[in-house]
């Protein structure tokens, strides 16, 4: 009913920047937090950066002063622009966001199927 399809991602020098947007579709009546996870290899998935529906941000200490998050709510789409870029950055990159649906009470969360950000020279 939900899909969250995350662009942007590729491959980038140590130091370079990278924008990912992610666009979410459906059923949608409205969208809560949405936000930004990655999953390295070998690692388990973790927080990057969130956003409510207000514009409040949270982000990783590891990310803090590099990257920043918005989002558009009336396109229900949200970015992440990633600055200064470290080879620790690779990982697989999921959005994410607590989405309710029209005729629905409750909030669901939904996934992204991921985009990878590699970081090497």
Known sequence: QVQLVESGGGLVQPGGSLRLSCAAS?????INTMGWYRQAPGKQRELV???????????????????SI?????????YLQMNSLKPEDT?????????????SFREFEYWGQGTQVTVSS
Do not use: H, P, Q, W
């Open 26 to 30: 459906g059923r949608i009546f409205s």
């Open 49 to 67: 950066a969130t956003i409510t529906s207000g514009g409040s941000t949270n982000f990783a200490d590891s990310v803090k002063g590099r990257f």
């Open 70 to 78: 918005s989002r558009e709510n009336a396109k229900n789409t949200v």
């Open 91 to 103: 990982a697989v990159y999921y959005c994410n966001g607590y989405v309710t649906l029209y005729g």
